[in-house]
């Protein structure tokens, strides 16, 4: 039997050993406005590797700022003002004269209507709620920013933004898609639209750990402005005033035979 030194026998074994490629790759970088870009890719110049591995990392938002900080992908030209003046913009809108009923006038026609149809057809939900969170969110402003960081339409916080992958929180379309599926995903959790609403509101873990709508001043006013405004739409634009289709036309009487017409009530 002829001996094998091990260095050889290691060197042969590593040689036909199988190659594992990385099935996870995750890109990423910090524009001039402070919103992180994620990318399994890089797009561009600005992206930098910020994980690469056999398994999917599951990183948190704090990590994925972390790893950008430590790789140098934040803009060193930064544009802070902006979120100042968007959340000026926000109070102008949000201090604009209500309606009788203390809410703001329902948008009866617009790309934003269609938004709502759309979006909430997809991901399951009546688009009366959903109309009504987003006009509870930001009043249908798109540009709507929160001190906490919340952003767009539906006020997406940063880590539903990267949970979802939504780049640019300010797209409405990317923003309503994923605020949508993630008030969808509350639902399938609690079971419930309340708990769902409270959970949009002050997050999944409050509800769960209060095992119903947490006594926050805020949070009860939220649910119940939306479940009230919910109830109204329903009422005065069910399905957010679909088009009608054209009315039948009566049947012809038949030959020979006549109705008397019914007394006025």
């Known amino acids: 039997m002829t001996n094998v030194s091990v260095p050889l026998a290691l060197g042969i074994l590593l040689l036909f050993a199988p190659v594992v490629a990385n099935a996870f790759t995750l890109y990423g970088y910090e524009d001039d406005y402070g919103l992180v870009h994620l990318s399994e890719e890089p797009r561009d110049e600005h992206y930098v590797l910020i994980y690469e591995g056999p398994t999917d990392p599951k ?26 003046e968007a959340t000026k913009a926000y109070r102008r809108m949000g201090l604009a004269p209500l309606g009788p009923s203390g809410y703001p006038a329902v ?21 009366e709620l959903l109309y009504a ?17 919340a ?13 979802f992958g939504v780049a640019d929180p300010f797209d409405p379309e990317r923003n309503v898609a994923s605020g949508a599926k993630f008030l969808r995903q509350l639902i399938t959790r609690f079971g419930d639209v309340r708990l769902a609403l409270a959970a949009y509101n002050a997050g999944p873990e409050t509800v769960a750990r209060c095992g ?54």
């Not at 709508?213 to 405004?229: G, H, K, Q």
Request: aromatic share 4%; hydrophobic share 40%.
């Open 133 to 149: 969170v987003i006009e509870q969110e930001s009043r249908f402003s798109s540009c709507a920013v929160s001190p906490k960081g």
């Open 107 to 127: 948008i009866e026609s617009g790309p934003l209507l269609d938004l709502v149809r759309t979006k909430s057809a997809a991901s399951g939900l009546a688009p």
């Open 59 to 84: 990183l948190g938002f704090a990590a994925i700022k972390k790893r950008i900080e430590e790789k140098g992908a934040v803009s060193k030209d930064r544009k802070d003002g902006w979120i100042l």
């Open 151 to 163: 952003a767009g339409l539906m006020q997406l916080m940063p880590d539903t933004q990267a949970q």
């Open 212 to 265: 119903g709508v947490p006594n926050i001043a805020e949070t009860l006013n939220y649910v119940d402005r939306i479940m009230t405004r919910y109830a109204m739409l329903k009422d005065s634009h069910p399905g957010l005033s679909p088009q009608k289709s054209p009315a039948a036309k009566p049947k012809a009487a038949a030959k020979g035979k006549s109705k008397a017409a019914a007394p006025a009530s």
